[in-house]
């Protein structure tokens, strides 16, 4: 990205072939395969000019040079899966379910030394960085929304060779860049608030080292998770309206958890940008923005919680998120997150009206106090 430029412009100015007689956007190119001599020859080596119009859109946008995958899932597969035999990994107590679960698989396999550390206890992060060959980190975190001290995790003195890598799906590249804290690599779901509108599968890797890049790459291509033309054509379809997005599901988001904060409904909520949120201090330190995504757990059962997930008209009971609608859902549901308060409801705030939403949700409470 052009020195000056701000991020909201970048996106939608960025990943352009400005040369005459080419196309505005960058079309869909649905091809597997290249007449040679070329240096493209087969699209899971090489790409296409969409997803090389994706990674120079992101990686601008995130300050390094992207890789686009199939899934966020891959993306991370392939970070993870640079750990040999016996290395040691940190992560945290509550990191996502099928981070998670890739962990378990490779510690029951004898091949990963797991280390698992409460996000918020920074000490224990920097003691870590001394011994660990990759940290993992995920802030704000999925679904109990811990932010990491990244300044001091990041900037922490490490063992030869370690990685620091972090999810930054929840937070957004308008609220953090890990990059610019030390981390070696930023990794997102694309298939959350860059694509946008629920509608497509994308993971994405950012890195300044060009080593590691080439590295990353390699793995991609050898793993088979390279990205598609048409879901990279979606993702920069939805990443050009993101800054809009944001702005207004931010805005939301602040407010309903303020809202929900002061309901008799419930509990707890669980919001960076609350001064109550036990990491709020944290978040202050670097976040610029505090992002869309809320959870709170109600007052009640677990029964309570599912049925006003149900009762909802306006917010759509649906996993996932990151869309232009708001999606809410009971986390302890979903297999793997049976370890979360059972009442927690994990809600990603769109950007419709707020006050539908809000009197969607109060609908929901009244219509389950007896439960």
Not at 40 to 69: I, M, P, Q, V
Not at 322 to 332: H, L, Q
Request: with cysteine.
């Amino acid at each position: 990205m052009r020195d000056g430029v701000d991020p909201a412009t970048w996106l939608i100015a960025g990943g352009r072939n400005r040369a005459p007689g080419e196309p505005l956007n960058v079309a869909p190119q649905l091809a597997s395969n290249f007449y040679l001599p070329a240096d493209r020859d087969y699209s899971r080596a090489k790409g296409t000019a969409t997803t090389e119009a994706f990674e120079t859109l992101l990686g601008g946008l995130e300050g390094g040079r992207a890789l686009a995958f199939a899934s966020g899932m891959g993306a991370a597969a392939a970070v993870l899966n640079r750990l040999a035999v016996g290395d040691t990994l940190v992560m945290p107590l509550d990191p996502y379910h099928g981070v998670k679960g890739l962990a378990e698989e490779a510690e029951a396999q004898g091949r990963w030394n797991v280390v698992r550390l409460d996000l918020a206890d920074t000490e224990a992060w920097i003691e870590a960085a001394s011994v660990a060959d990759l940290l993992w980190l995920e802030t704000p975190a999925n679904p109990l929304m811990t932010v990491a001290d990244l300044p001091a995790i990041c900037g922490a003195p490490r063992k030869d060779g370690a990685i620091v890598a972090v999810d930054s799906t929840f937070g957004t590249s308008f609220c953090q860049r890990p990059l610019d804290l030390g981390a070696d690599i930023v990794m997102h779901s694309a298939t959350k608030f860059i694509g946008g509108h629920s509608d497509l599968l994308a993971g994405l890797l950012v890195t300044t080292d060009d080593g590691l890049y080439d590295e990353l790459h390699t793995r991609r291509l050898l793993h088979g998770a390279s990205i598609g033309a048409m879901e990279a054509f979606l993702a920069i379809r939805g990443a050009r309206t993101m800054s809009l997005r944001m702005e207004r599901a931010q805005a939301n988001a602040m407010e309903l958890a303020q809202r929900l904060e002061a309901s008799d409904d419930v509990a707890t909520v669980r919001y960076p940008g609350l001064e109550t949120h036990p990491t709020h201090a944290n978040a202050a330190k670097f976040m610029t923005g505090w992002g869309a995504m809320i959870s709170f757990e109600t007052v009640g059962s677990a029964e309570r919680a599912a049925a006003i997930c149900e009762r909802i008209e306006i917010i759509n009971h649906a996993t996932s998120l990151g869309g232009i609608e708001s999606t809410m859902e009971r986390r302890a549901a979903v297999a793997g997150q049976e370890d979360i308060p059972p009442t927690l409801i994990r809600l990603s705030v769109g950007c419709e009206d707020i006050e539908d939403l809000s009197d969607d949700l109060a609908n929901a409470f009244a219509a389950t106090r007896d439960l």
